[in-house]
């Protein structure tokens, strides 16, 4: 009986994995009830990486260059900050005057659940808000200010629907272990690693001046039904060649919707991109598993959070004095092209350019 029962836990610890291989290496599947973590520390690290990462990234995004900040940034400042609120914060518990609620400014040594409660936070300050691109359009480009209680209520509203879709189909994109993302892989590995070692069409213009038949763009409503379809020849072939597993590996939506989160960079920058990425994801993985699952997304998040931190520091020590540097091949934001400046509408003549 006693064997029994112990091959009866080991088989619910197994189906308790993930049935992703990547996600297996890098995501441990242990636990400890005891750690805290909704804490006075958590509180105010939260809250400030979130307004603070939301504000730069906004500010950064009006950049010709534009610079993101990630939340691994965040997730690397936050451990000396908690550690620091942890030695210097007192332990006496703080009461409510005329209630039984209390809390503690320091409730012990700083813990890991607290610092991935953090790095949600930061992630979701991160991430921006795609109602500002209505409002930034608007005012600049169309001359419409939208008052400030309006624009708020659009940003909360549409930052809700997204969050009410996540809810409605739960078990589809988030309770389902077949729905994972390798950015958050990055994110995971740097948590282990850190405790245990240390738009304007549908707001101003409206659909109908924008994808009707005798408008400019009307030949793009193709690609809603391109997209609805493409995923089904890759489906058709993977039955078909049962054997071809490289064939269920290629996912439209992501070949789709993946270069939407691209920087506008130059070629030089993705070709370097898509060399890294192929050599540590599909070589170094199935030559040297072991080492990818220990290296591969640590490495990931400190070249991510070195960029991030040395652009900051440049823009606030060097750029705001108008010191910029060398001309490096690909930093300058401009397309090469002489007519790039010409106007495009029918009719308008301008010197140097050619009649649209």
């Known amino acids: 009986m006693e064997g029994s029962s112990v091959e009866h836990d080991d088989a619910e610890e197994v189906n308790d994995d993930s049935p992703i291989e990547q996600v297996r290496l890098t995501v441990p599947i242990s636990d400890d009830p005891s750690e805290p973590a909704l804490t006075f520390r958590t509180w105010v690290l939260d809250l400030g990486s979130c307004i603070i990462l939301s504000f730069v990234n906004q500010f950064f995004s009006y950049r010709t260059n534009q610079l993101s900040i990630s939340s691994v940034s965040a997730q690397i400042a936050s451990l ?21 609620w209390s809390f503690s400014l320091n409730r012990g040594p700083s813990a890991l659940k607290e610092h991935v409660l953090i790095t949600v936070f930061a992630t979701s300050g991160s991430t921006g808000v795609y109602a500002m691109n209505l ?150 993985y199935k030559r040297y598993k072991a080492w990818w699952a220990k290296h591969t997304c640590v490495l990931s998040a400190a070249l991510d959070a070195g960029v991030v931190f040395c652009a900051v520091l440049m823009f606030f020590t060097l750029q705001t004095y108008d010191i910029v540097g060398p001309s490096w091949v690909g930093l300058e934001a401009n397309d090469h092209c002489y007519f790039a400046k010409c106007p495009t509408a029918r009719g308008v003549r301008a010197s140097g350019c050619p009649m649209s």
């Open 135 to 284: 409002i930034n359009t608007g005012k600049v480009f169309y001359r419409r200010s939208i008052h400030p209680l309006a624009a708020y209520l659009l940003v909360i509203t549409t930052q809700m629907i997204g969050y009410g879709w996540a809810g409605v189909f739960r078990k589809l994109l988030v309770d389902s272990p077949y729905m994972w993302w390798p950015t958050n892989l990055v994110t995971v590995s740097l948590f282990r690693y850190v405790f245990y070692n240390a738009s304007i069409i549908w707001g101003v213009i409206g659909p109908k001046n924008m994808f009707a038949k005798e408008c400019i763009y009307s030949r793009m409503n193709w690609f809603f039904l391109i997209g609805l379809l493409a995923p089904v020849p890759v489906w058709l072939l993977s039955r078909k060649f049962p054997n071809q597993k490289w064939i269920s590996l290629i996912k439209m939506p992501i070949i789709f919707k993946g270069p939407g989160n691209l920087l506008p960079a130059r070629s030089v920058n993705f070709i370097m991109w898509g060399i890294v990425g192929l050599f540590f994801n599909f070589y170094v």
């Open 80 to 100: 000396p900050l908690g550690k620091l609120m942890a030695a210097i914060l007192p332990t006496k518990e703080i009461r409510f005057p005329l209630t039984r």
